[in-house]
């Protein structure tokens, strides 16, 4: 820490380190499955799946894969679908036989998809019915199948062969490709070892305060980092799982009721939508804690002001989840925890100095034990080189530790921007709002959103000499091309010397750019007319 001392240890986090050396969360499923094979683990509308049938599912798409499709390791193959069951027992199934999961965002379109699809380049393609038509559209040939039941029988899987199979599989093995939002150019894959699953799985188990019996409400998406490490938790401690179908503010307390969930880990924003609903009534609320990141003021207001449900943060990246928690035990309101046992954490200067308690400068960590990080960029050497220097991970990200080594965390370094929980590319968008007619030039930026204190997008847009702006016809283009969370909420015509640009770079200065939501010639997506309050 910049102090030199451990504040994890200081502040009192338990744990063996022991934890740390996982090879693999297909062998923390078949532990699991000798241990508690008839425990529940996923809960959905439709029923309830144990481990062993779990399991079962993702061994039978561990064979089609290598008999019907002739995936092997170190294959690549994207996974483009909702959260369901099937697609976690594809992505089980990929990990069994040591090939690697392209996780898509599958709310991805147009230039997109196509970079993500072609960039990892990978030799199948699963996904739902539903989204075929837009990934076939960008799959350049790659064979595409539906991600539903398994065509291999039950009774067919050599079930010996595959768990020898994976039991030879080492923990610094790539398994996963995430890709994160780009901010000087196109999104860049995150290469994950086999062990980071396990390794995560610990930290949340220890965040979250996992029992036998646990319910946990899920509504992140799997093709998330968090989606990947809270699984091999739940599946450790025997607890379980409920997947609504998709996120609804209106139906989070029955389903929270009904399915008896007794913790939730989510966004800030999804956690403030909540918020301003009406609860039920304090006896009928299972919850016993609540996660998730940021968590905005009226978050804690709420649950646990009046609640009196314990609210928990973190601090992580795609690179290394969880690198700071807070338990129940450890806990500070507006933190984001201290360091867990596998990671150094330290805030540095510009220069490279570590900087002292209370100081605000980049957050940058280490880890203490192996295949704890990222293993680099997919065909980003340069991309790897950057993010660590001298012997530190470099998040891009601000804040300051305090003197008990809790860590604050100040906003993003770099040009991307946060809606719903969602981080996005002003790069890329900027590259599809450029593509849309009459438009010369355009610059997207974040204005404050009220519901959760994330951003709103608002972009502004310089049009083409003696072209009309067609406002219409603008936000078509948006919903047509780009996943909803990234259509901007807010657009304003602007003359092009507003955009004022650095020297050498080109950049435009952002900081010098009205985040005005109000006013002559700002339109509001939600109704297209001009807005008329709510300025500043």
């Not at 502040?11 to 693999?24: F, K, N, Q, T």
């Not at 799997?222 to 998709?246: G, Y």
């Not at 005005?516 to 709510?534: C, E, K, W």
């Amino acid at each position: 820490m910049g102090t030199g001392h451990h504040p994890a240890h200081a502040a009192g986090h338990p744990g063996p380190a022991v934890d740390y050396l996982r090879r693999s969360p297909v062998e923390v499923l078949t532990r699991s499955e000798t241990v508690s094979p008839s425990a529940a683990l996923l809960i959905t509308a439709d029923g309830t799946v144990t481990v062993a049938e779990f399991a079962a599912r993702a061994r039978q798409c561990a064979s089609d894969l290598l008999t019907r499709f002739g995936v092997r390791a170190g294959d690549r193959v994207a996974i483009v679908g909702r959260n369901s069951v099937h697609r976690l027992t594809w992505q089980y199934g990929l990990y069994w036989i040591g090939a690697v999961e392209v996780s898509v965002n599958f709310e991805l379109k147009g230039s997109m998809l196509h970079h993500v699809l072609t960039d990892s380049d990978p030799m199948l393609i699963l996904t739902d019915e539903e989204f075929r038509d837009e990934v076939a559209a960008h799959s350049t040939g790659v064979p595409i199948h539906e991600a539903t039941d398994p065509l291999t029988p039950a009774d067919s899987v050599d079930r010996a062969e595959l768990d020898r199979v994976e039991a030879s599989l080492p923990g610094d093995l790539l398994a996963t490709i995430l890709y994160t939002s780009g901010t000087t150019g196109p999104s860049k894959g995150v290469m994950l070892p086999l062990g980071y699953f396990a390794n995560h799985a610990q930290s949340i188990r220890r965040m979250t305060g996992l029992n036998a019996g646990d319910i946990g409400y899920f509504a992140l998406p799997f093709f998330h980092v968090d989606a990947h490490i809270v699984f091999p938790a739940v599946v450790e401690s025997e607890a379980a799982l409920f997947i609504p179908p998709r996120f609804s503010v209106r139906k989070f307390w029955p389903d929270v009721r009904s399915y008896g969930c007794n913790w939730t880990i989510a966004v800030g924003a999804m956690l403030a939508a909540v918020a301003t609903v009406e609860p039920p009534p304090l006896e009928e609320i299972p919850l016993t804690r609540v996660f998730g990141a940021p968590i905005p003021p009226e978050v804690y207001e709420f649950y646990e002001d009046r609640l009196g449900i314990p609210v928990l943060s973190m601090y992580g990246q795609t690179e290394a989840d969880g690198v700071t928690h807070e338990t129940l035990d450890v806990h500070r309101r507006g933190s984001a925890g201290v360091a867990c046992d596998a990671f150094e954490v330290t805030i540095l200067a510009p220069d490279g100095r570590r900087l002292p308690p209370g100081e605000t400068g980049e957050i940058c960590h280490r880890p203490l034990f192996p295949n704890m990080t990222l293993s680099g960029y997919w065909r980003r050497p340069d991309a790897t080189v950057k993010a660590w220097r001298n012997l530190w991970h470099h998040t891009g990200d601000l804040g300051f530790l305090d003197e008990d080594g809790y860590l604050f965390f100040k906003g993003r370094m770099t040009d991307s921007l946060r809606r719903r929980g969602e981080n996005i590319s002003a790069y890329e968008l900027e590259a599809v709002l450029r593509q849309a007619p009459g438009v010369a030039d355009v610059a997207a930026i974040g204005v404050v959103d009220q519901l959760g204190g994330e951003d709103e997008i608002k972009a502004l847009v310089a049009c083409e000499d003696g072209a009309a702006f067609d406002v219409s016809g603008f936000f078509d283009h948006c919903e047509q091309r780009l996943p909803r969370y990234a259509v901007p909420r807010f657009v304003e015509q602007v003359d092009a010397t507003v955009f004022v640009r650095s020297p050498g770079t080109g950049v435009i200065q952002k900081h010098r750019l009205s985040t005005a939501v109000s006013g002559v010639g700002i339109f509001d997506r939600l109704g297209q007319s001009p807005a008329t309050t709510g300025g500043k």
